[in-house]
């Protein structure tokens, strides 16, 4: 089944304890992003990554990175979390970032930081 | 920069009521626009979609029209269901860079 998985799908953790959020995709996709979905706010965009070892900062890119080794994997690695990272985040794949390929969503992962 | 005003929920409906909710955006170029929808406890997925001025996005009863002149891609539906309550959000990509509008959320009653 075609599918953007992410791990773990709820974490409670405390300030300044490093954590990673992995994203995995089966379906060959070229472009990879992570998005934080907040009250009032919809969803802001991280980072992005148009393809293997090539990543791009979004419009919240502060307090996080990110990294492309593989086709496949996009983690989100907070090194030292806050507060105000609180969230539930969602990674997305799409086939490229030519302009009518829609983005598939994770189930997303909700990060509490206290 | 890039930009997406969507019409501010929540929207309350009765069963067969008709649907709109605006989407205007400000984008350079002209990229294609989306419409995602979340339900409860889920990550999004793709509504429709229109790639260029004047097509028609259309799926599940939904349509929507890429608008060029007045940069607007307004979702509509004609009888909403109770299983279309969920959220909705209008979106673009350019150059990479996602944007999205804040999202509208539906709840249809019985």
Known sequence: EAQVTQNPRYLITVTGKKLTVTCSQNMNHEYMSWYRQDPGLGLRQIYYSMNVEVTDKGDVP???KVSRKEKRNFPLILESPSPNQTSLYFCASSLSTVRSYEQYFGPGTRLTVT | GDSVTQMEGPVTLSEEAFLTINCTYTATGYPSLFWYVQYPGEGLQLLLKATKADDKGSNKGFEATYRK????????KGSV??????????AFTNAG??????????????
């Open chain 2, 97 to 110: 860079k996602s944007t999205f509008g804040d999202g509208t959320t539906l709840t249809v009653k019985p």
């Open chain 1, 62 to 64: 502060e307090g996080y």
């Open chain 2, 69 to 76: 002149e007045t940069t607007s891609f307004h979702l509509e």
């Open chain 2, 81 to 90: 269901q109770v299983s279309d309550s969920a959220v909705y959000f209008c």
